[in-house]
Structures are given as C-alpha cells and as structure tokens.
C-alpha cells in the first residue's frame, strides 16, 4: 500500500520522473502474490487506478537492492531487522522507518 501511496503523492506534485519508487518483502509468505483484496479496495476508493493495483505481485527483497535504491523505507522495526539481514547491514544509512 505504502508504495502507490507514495507513487500517487510524487505524480500529484508532477514529480514522478524525479522517482523510481518500487516495495518488496522481508519475509518470504507473501512473494508472488497480487495485492490483497482489502488493500485494493482502499486503493481503489483513494483513486489508484485498478490497472496499477493488477500488475504487482510481492517479490522478495534482494542484497541488490541496496545499491539500486537512495532511501530504503521499513514499515516497523521487524522489517529494518530484515532488512539489515539481506542487505548485510547498512553502512550508507539508507534505511529509516516510515
């Protein structure tokens, strides 16, 4: 949800060229699976269009991803935990919580 929240909020302020904004899991019971219903639904009634919501499907974050991406945002403190672990650490202090 946090991801097309912050793609709708960047596209608003017509800055989304300034962006590649992109969310994975920590966890593994999720990857490949769409978005779930009740999420859609509240997507859905904030204006986010349902072509968006139908093309993403959890992926599992990589160590790559560190490099890949400036900011690297956890939900709580069990994701920064995850986080730490995949990524082996954090020594550019790339993560914070949202």
């Given at each position: 949800?946090?991801?097309?929240?912050?793609?709708?909020?960047?596209?608003?302020?017509?800055?989304a060229a300034e962006f590649y904004i992109e969310s994975a899991a920590t966890s593994t019971e999720?990857?490949?699976?769409?978005?779930?219903?009740?999420?859609?639904?509240?997507l859905l009634e904030h204006g986010i269009s349902q072509e968006e919501i139908s093309q993403k499907?959890?992926?599992?974050?990589?160590?790559?991803?560190?490099?890949?991406?400036?900011?690297?945002?956890?939900?709580?403190?069990?994701?920064?935990?995850?986080?730490?672990?995949?990524?082996?650490?954090?020594?550019?202090?790339?993560?914070?919580?949202?």
């Amino acid at each position: 949800m946090a991801e097309f929240i912050l793609r709708d909020m960047v596209r608003a302020r017509n800055l989304a060229a300034e962006f590649y904004i992109e969310s994975a899991a920590t966890s593994t019971e999720e990857i490949g699976n769409p978005v779930h219903h009740g999420t859609r639904r509240k997507l859905l009634e904030h204006g986010i269009s349902q072509e968006e919501i139908s093309q993403k499907h959890a992926r599992q974050m990589r160590k790559e991803d560190y490099n890949k991406f400036d900011y690297i945002i956890g939900m709580d403190s069990s994701n920064l935990r995850g986080m730490q672990r995949i990524c082996g650490g954090d020594p550019e202090h790339k993560f914070s919580l949202l």
